[in-house]
C-alpha cells in the first residue's frame, strides 16, 4: 500500500505554545487528507477534512481556530495546535486519499502538553 | 445510540483459535465497511475492505457484512501472537475519499 508519513512522531510542549504537525503522502498524490485525534483506549474520532487548495471542513465541536489545518500541496497537509493545554494531549493521526476507496493512515503524532 | 458500536473487549484466546469480531451500525445508508488492525501507538492498517453485502476472504481473514441486520464481522483463521493487536471496523457512505466513521476497537491478544 502506499506510505504515509507524520511528523514529528513525538512531540512534549509547554501549555500556551503552539506546535505543527506535518503529513506527507510519499509516493501518490493525496487528493483528501483527514486529521484524527484518537485519546487511550478510545477509537479515532475525525477532526476535519481538508481538499488541496481549499478550506478545511471541521467535525462538529472542532475549534477551527484552535486546530489551524493547511493543505497546501498534493502531498502535504499540516496540523497546528494554537495554544496548546494539557487537555490537548492525545494522538493525533493523518490518513489521505487519493481518490480510491482506501485511506492510507500516518503512524500518528503523540502530543503531551505540559 | 451511536453510529457504530464495538464491543472493546479486551478479547484473548489461544494461538490456533478462530476469532470472530463483530460490529453493528444504525446509519442504513453505509455502502463501504472496512476492518483495520493498529498495533500499540502506531497508525491504523487497511485489512479488509467490503463494498456493500456480502462475504471477502484475503488469507486467514474473512469479512462478512449484512446490510440488512446493519452487521458487520472478520473472522481470523488460525489465529497467531503477531495478530495481538486493536481492530478497528469503520464504514463510509461513498468509500475512501469520504470520511470514516470508526467503532471503538476491540483489543485482541493470542496466547501461544
Known amino acids: 500500500g502506499a506510505v504515509v508519513s507524520q511528523h514529528p512522531s513525538r512531540v512534549i510542549c509547554k501549555s500556551g505554545t503552539s506546535v505543527k504537525i506535518e503529513c506527507r503522502s510519499l509516493?501518490?498524490?493525496?487528493?483528501?487528507m483527514f486529521w484524527y485525534r484518537q485519546f487511550p483506549k478510545q477509537s479515532l474520532m475525525l477532526m476535519a477534512t481538508?481538499?488541496?487548495?481549499?478550506?478545511?471542513?471541521?467535525e462538529q465541536g472542532v475549534e477551527k481556530d484552535k486546530f489551524l489545518i493547511n493543505h497546501a500541496s498534493l502531498t502535504l497537509s499540516t496540523l497546528t495546535v494554537t495554544s496548546a493545554h494539557p487537555e490537548d494531549s492525545s494522538f493525533y493521526i493523518c490518513?489521505?486519499?487519493?481518490?480510491?476507496?482506501?485511506?492510507?493512515f500516518g503512524p500518528g503524532t503523540r502530543l503531551t502538553v505540559l | 445510540q451511536k453510529e457504530v458500536e464495538q464491543d472493546p473487549g479486551p478479547l484473548s484466546v489461544p494461538e490456533g483459535a478462530i476469532v470472530s469480531l463483530n460490529c453493528t451500525y444504525s446509519n442504513s445508508a453505509f455502502q463501504y465497511f472496512m476492518w483495520y488492525r493498529q498495533y500499540s501507538r502506531k497508525g491504523p492498517e487497511l485489512l479488509m475492505y467490503t463494498y456493500s453485502s456480502g462475504n471477502k476472504e484475503d488469507g486467514r481473514f474473512t469479512a462478512q457484512v449484512d446490510k440488512s441486520s446493519k452487521y458487520i464481522s472478520l473472522f481470523i483463521r488460525d489465529s497467531q501472537p503477531s495478530d495481538s493487536a486493536t481492530y478497528l471496523c469503520?464504514?463510509?457512505?461513498?468509500?475512501?475519499?469520504?470520511?470514516?466513521?470508526f467503532g471503538k476497537g476491540t483489543k485482541l491478544t493470542v496466547n501461544p
Open positions: 509516493d501518490f498524490q493525496a487528493t483528501t
Open positions: 490518513s489521505a486519499s487519493g481518490g480510491a476507496y482506501e485511506q492510507f
Open positions: 481538508s481538499n488541496e487548495g481549499s478550506k478545511a471542513t471541521y
Open positions: 469503520a464504514m463510509s457512505l461513498q468509500g475512501g475519499s469520504e470520511k470514516l466513521v
